[in-house]
């Protein structure tokens, strides 16, 4: 097969654009995509001042040397959520990774906040990762606060958005609906948050990083239970298989068309946030989730005798 542009034997095929392309020209195609996916949502600026989360996965460090090569202001933000068979590699693989580039990093360490993620896990009678996730989120929210970053970008891609939507449409959650796109505004305390990979896909996101030669050895959380949103994932592969091209229209019509729709429900049911009373992050509790789960821990620290 040939390259679309300059007729050079083709190295990636994409069915759902309907085209192929050599290395070069993938690597300006992917980057025209991703210039586009910010400009179509309005997500940055060269002047803003960009957090970029990095798990050390490829997908953030992809993230993060696309944007650089583009120009924008990026800081790398790690939390190193303190597990034992995974956080000593991915934080090494995000030190080398902006070393290598030159690219300022901040690293938040979970064990130094009494927060690992395996002590959370030892307290918890239910899987840990929604807890983990509401760490980091803390962490991503308060880190770009209080650094001054009024942007903070993550690295989810295509799949990862199409996937999500299909989980909250077939719940109907209209709360997540209402919410979910490239970039949810900054408000209430919270900083703006931007995915600029939203017209990627995984699979060419996992092509670029290849030919950008980014190291991937990422050892998997032992607490994982497979890829987030795994069987959403297969069936839209064998959906865009059958329908090339379906993907993106599936989620660009939601934010054209459908998203508005929820917003507008959303407005009028929508829980008031106000500041924790113990650390002032925004929460619609009184106290916020990291809070409990730290009086959660100082409870079982002061009983010897609990059995979790
Ligand atoms: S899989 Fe591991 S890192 Fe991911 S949310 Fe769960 S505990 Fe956290
Ligand atoms: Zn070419
Ligand atoms: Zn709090």
Redesign the pocket.
Known sequence: MKCRRCKAEAVVSLPSHNTAFCADCFLEFFSRQVDRGIHEQKLMTREDHVLVALSGGKDSLALMLELGRQGYNVTGLHID?GIPQSSPAARSVVERFCAKYGFPLIVRDMKNEGLA?PKVKSMLHRP??SA??KIKRYFFNQTARKGGFNVLATGHNLDDETARLTSNTLRWDIAYLSDQGPRLDDADGFTRKVKPFWRVTEFETANYAFLMGIENHYAP?P??QGASFSTLKSLWIDLEEQMPGRKMNFYQGFLERGRKVFQGVEEKQGEALAPCERCGYPTSAGMCGVCRIREALAEKEGCPETDS
């Open positions: 959520l993620i840990v990762c983990c996730g959380c607490y994982s």
